[in-house]
């Protein structure tokens, strides 16, 4: 069955390490999400790709990167991880933007020391 | 700009008693509203969509939800709860702008009783 994935599921870091979250694909997705939800703020968009070397900042986007090589993968990067980032990271993806539908991934849960 | 507030941030019912999460939304334009399931450690699936037809919606699992223009409302309904309905719902919008990012609520928790 086609499926979206996210590695690794947990992440310690301490403060100031780079860290890549991966996202994996396999419906041949265009549009690919990555959210990160926090109590109290449901889910924020921090990055989107509607396309192969297309990415877009969304309304968290300060201190995150994505990069879009192919269809099914959109890793996204802390660069300089800080302990406001502690979350847990949703990728999401559809075919569709005007259905409305994602297609979440199970979730990622970084906390920065 | 288009953003969805949920009245309440917990709510409890007994088994076998309806559900009520509320949810209003605010948009210049005729929106489109969503209600999304999370249950414990797993991602989020869609549970109804309104996009403009039939006012009330119905979702998976026994789920309604009724757009209310004069009242700014989406609220999901349930009339009897299950233990298995305990899980954490989102009601959402989505942009008018070309590319149509949803904008999430913060969420209701949704706990059972037996």
């Known amino acids: 069955d086609a499926e979206i994935t996210q590695s690794p599921r947990h992440k310690i870091t301490e403060t100031g390490r780079q860290v890549t979250l991966a996202c994996h694909q396999t419906?041949?997705?265009?549009?690919m999400f990555w959210y990160r939800q926090d109590l109290g703020h449901g889910l924020r968009l921090i990055h989107y790709?509607?396309?192969?070397?297309?990415?877009n900042k969304g309304e968290v986007s300060d201190g995150y990167s994505v990069s879009r090589s192919n269809t099914e993968d959109l890793p996204l990067t802390l660069e300089s991880a800080a302990s406001s980032q502690t979350s847990v990271y949703f990728c999401?993806?559809?075919?569709?933007?005007?259905?409305?539908?994602?297609?979440f991934g199970e979730g990622s849960r970084l906390t920065v020391l | 700009a288009q953003s969805v507030t949920q009245l309440d941030s917990h709510v409890s019912v007994s088994e076998g008693t309806p559900v009520l999460l509320r949810c209003n939304y605010s948009?210049?334009?005729?929106?489109?509203l969503f209600w999304y399931v999370q249950h414990p450690n797993k991602g989020l699936q869609l549970l109804l969509k309104?996009?403009?037809?039939?006012?009330l919606v119905k979702g998976i699992n026994g789920f309604e939800a009724e757009f209310k223009k004069s009242e700014t409302s989406f609220h999901l309904t349930k009339p009897s709860a299950h233990m298995s309905d305990a899980a954490e719902y989102f009601c959402?919008?989505?942009?008018?702008?070309?590319?149509?990012?949803?904008?999430f609520g913060s969420g209701t928790r949704l706990q059972v009783q037996p």
């Open positions: 948009s210049s334009y005729s929106p489109s």
């Open positions: 309104y996009t403009s037809a039939a006012t």
């Open positions: 419906w041949n997705h265009n549009n």
């Open positions: 959402v919008v989505r942009g008018d702008t070309g590319r149509r990012a949803l904008t």
């Open positions: 999401a993806s559809t075919r569709d933007t005007n259905t409305g539908e994602l297609f």
């Open positions: 790709s509607y396309g192969v070397q297309d990415t």
